[in-house]
């Protein structure tokens, strides 16, 4: 007869086949959900940017504190956790003096620099602009950063004389 102590060590050691299988399977499964969570982290980055490139480039040369390319230095590593700073003080500069320089009404407007802002330092803090936040009166969909660019450049649209084409400046 064996001894218990003997049988309990004469048996395989580690998980069962099917068990380890299985780990394979949801490791492969979360990391395939991970991968696709990057790229739409990308794409939604993507856009945004273009949205600020769109927005510079509206604005006349004179009045641009920045040019619309240097908005993607915000991909460049290490850069892009202070370039957001740099993109929103230029952007709000350059939008009010497109603004005065139009003779447009200037009191009262932000050009999305609080905004912008918060969503920098939200950025610092590990909330990147893509993530979004609630809120019922924008029905579910607030964007942040997308409130913050859409207006200003809404307003260089709407506020142009009749009878200037501002698509023909790559709008």
């Not at 086949?17 to 794409?43: H, Q, R």
């Not at 709000?92 to 802002?117: I, N, Q, V």
């Not at 609630?134 to 260089?156: D, I, K, N, Q, Y």
Request: hydrophobic share 45%; with cysteine.
């Amino acid at each position: 007869m064996h001894s218990p102590l003997l049988v309990l060590f004469a048996q395989k050691q580690g998980p069962p086949p099917d068990l380890l299988g299985g780990m394979v399977t949801v490791l492969a499964a979360i990391m395939c959900v991970s991968i696709l969570i990057g790229l739409l982290a990308l794409a939604l980055s993507i856009m945004h940017l273009l949205a600020i490139y769109k927005t510079f480039n509206l604005i006349s040369k004179r009045n641009r504190t920045m040019e619309p390319g240097m908005v993607f230095l915000a991909f460049v590593p290490i850069l892009n956790i202070v370039w957001p700073f740099f993109i929103v003080l230029r952007l709000a500069e350059s939008l009010r003096l497109e603004f005065e320089d139009r003779g447009w009404d200037t009191e009262g407007e932000t050009f999305g620099y609080g905004m912008g802002l918060t969503m920098a330092i939200l950025n610092v803090c590990g909330c990147p602009p893509s993530a979004g936040f609630s809120s019922s009166s924008t029905g579910g969909r607030f964007r942040p950063m997308e409130c913050a660019l859409h207006p200003a450049s809404e307003a260089v649209k709407n506020k142009a004389p009749k009878g200037v084409d501002l698509h023909s400046r790559g709008v």
